[in-house]
C-alpha cells in the first residue's frame, strides 16, 4: 500500500469515528449561549480541517484534492448550525432590548384602558333616592345591604378619611378620584386607612347603621370636589352619575 493509500485509510477510520460517536448530534443540541457555542465550534471545525490535512499529506494529487474538499464541507456541515440572522443573533444572545419593549407596551395599554366603575355593594339596589326626604335634603343615594355585607370603592383612588368626621353621617369613609370624592356613610366597620390606594371594587368596609341611621344601609355620596371641606356643598345625584359611567342601578332611583 503507498503511503498516499495509508493516508486515506487513515483519514477515512477517523471521520467514521467521529460520525459513529454522533459528534455532530452532540454538538447541535449544545444548550451554551450563542456567541459563546459558536465560538467553540468554530474553533472545532478548524482542528477537525487541520487534522485532515495532515492525513491528507502534501503529496496528494488532483484528484486527492477533490476528495479532501468534500471531506471538509461533510466535516463542517455536520458540526456548523444553520444559518442565523445577525438580528436574530443578537435577539437570542441578549432579550433584555426584547422584553424592555415588551414591558413598554404593555405600560401603554394600561395608561390607555378605560377607567373602571363599580357599584358601591354587590347589588346596587337603591332605596331611597337623592333629593327631599321628609321634608329635609337628602344628600345622597341609599343602597340595601345587611350589616356586615362589603361596601366597595366605586373606582380607583386614595382614601382621604376614614372615622367619625361627620356626626350624621356615622363611621364613614372618603375616596379621592381626582376631580370627584365618593362618600361612604354609617358602616360598622372601616376597611382601609388614610392614604391607602384603592382599586374599583375594592372593600372599604362593612355596611352598618352608624350615625343618624333607622336601619342598617348604605349611604353614598357623590361630590364634584377635591376637598373635604367642601365636600358637602358640592354633593350631587349619585345615580345618574354612576350610570353615565356604566353602573346600572337597581331600584326605584334609577
Known amino acids: 500500500m503507498t503511503r498516499i493509500e495509508e493516508d486515506a485509510a487513515a483519514r477515512d477510520e477517523l471521520l467514521d469515528d467521529w460520525t459513529e460517536r454522533g459528534l455532530g448530534r452532540r454538538v447541535i443540541r449544545s444548550h451554551r449561549r450563542p456567541r459563546t457555542w459558536l465560538i467553540r465550534h468554530t474553533l472545532t471545525v478548524v482542528a477537525l480541517v487541520g487534522a485532515v490535512a495532515a492525513l491528507g499529506g502534501a503529496r496528494a494529487d488532483q484528484d486527492q484534492t477533490k476528495t479532501f474538499e468534500d471531506t471538509v464541507t461533510w466535516a463542517a ?64 343615594t341609599d343602597f340595601d345591604g345587611e350589616t356586615g355585607d362589603s361596601a366597595r370603592s366605586i373606582g380607583a383612588g386614595t382614601v382621604v378619611q ?82 353615565a359611567r356604566g353602573v346600572a342601578v337597581a331600584g326605584r332611583c334609577g
Open 77 to 140: 456541515a455536520q458540526v456548523l448550525p444553520a444559518p442565523v440572522e445577525e438580528e436574530q443573533l443578537s435577539t437570542l444572545a441578549d432579550p433584555a432590548p426584547r422584553r424592555a419593549a415588551e414591558g413598554h407596551a404593555s405600560r401603554v395599554q394600561r395608561r390607555e384602558a378605560p377607567v373602571r366603575w363599580v357599584g358601591p355593594t354587590r347589588t346596587a339596589l337603591a332605596t331611597s333616592c337623592y333629593g327631599t326626604r321628609d321634608g329635609r335634603a337628602h344628600r345622597g
Open 162 to 243: 376614614a372615622g367619625y368626621r361627620y356626626s350624621n353621617a356615622g363611621l364613614t369613609v372618603v375616596v379621592d378620584h381626582g376631580d370627584v370624592l365618593s362618600m361612604y356613610a354609617h358602616l360598622s366597620r372601616a376597611a382601609v386607612r388614610v392614604g391607602q390606594r384603592v382599586a374599583a371594587g375594592t372593600r372599604l368596609g362593612a355596611v352598618g347603621a352608624t350615625g343618624n341611621a333607622t336601619g342598617s344601609h348604605l349611604h353614598l355620596g357623590i361630590a364634584r370636589t377635591a376637598s373635604l371641606s367642601g365636600l358637602w356643598n358640592a354633593l350631587v345625584n349619585p345615580v345618574p352619575w354612576l350610570q
